[in-house]
């Protein structure tokens, strides 16, 4: 499948790892400093009590435009983070879109930003 990862911290990347292993195309949205690590060195994890590092190549974006299709996103950052990615989401085409965080209000979310259109 044709994947991206919103959103490369801890729990990203590792997803980014896991998808990239299980075979399939993954593309991780990252910023700044995260994104040049990522395009320089590929995807490096260390896995601390298997006492291995791995790397992994992931195609890196740092913005997601409304033509982009993924078959799937995972959105994957703290709660507080969400708000301002729900309508660069909302703008873009693909159909499949998980939400993945502690406290994520899907439909505390979904009611506040129809309130602002
Ligand atoms: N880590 C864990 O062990 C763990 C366990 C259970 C649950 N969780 C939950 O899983 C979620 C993710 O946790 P995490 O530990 O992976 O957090 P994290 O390391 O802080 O990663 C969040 C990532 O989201 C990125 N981000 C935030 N806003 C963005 C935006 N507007 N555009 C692009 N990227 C953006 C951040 O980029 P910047 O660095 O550029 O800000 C950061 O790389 C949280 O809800 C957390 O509570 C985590």
């Known amino acids: 499948m044709r994947i991206l990862v919103y959103g490369a911290g801890v729990l990203g990347s590792y997803l980014a790892h896991v998808l990239v292993r299980g075979g399939n ?3 991780v949205l990252a910023r700044g400093k995260r994104a040049v690590q990522l395009k320089t060195n590929g995807l490096v994890i260390r896995h601390y009590f298997q006492r291995r590092n791995t790397v992994d190549e992931v195609n890196v974006i ?15 950052m ?23 965080g502690n406290n994520a209000d899907a ?5 506040e930003n129809s309130r602002k259109k």
């Open 62 to 76: 740092q913005e997601l435009t409304t033509d982009d299709l993924y078959d799937l996103i995972f959105v994957v």
């Open 107 to 111: 439909l505390g979310m979904r009611n």
């Open 78 to 100: 703290k709660y507080n983070d969400f708000p301002s990615v729900l309508s660069i989401l909302a703008e873009n085409q693909s159909s499949n879109i998980v939400l993945v």
């Open 25 to 27: 195309e993954v593309t």
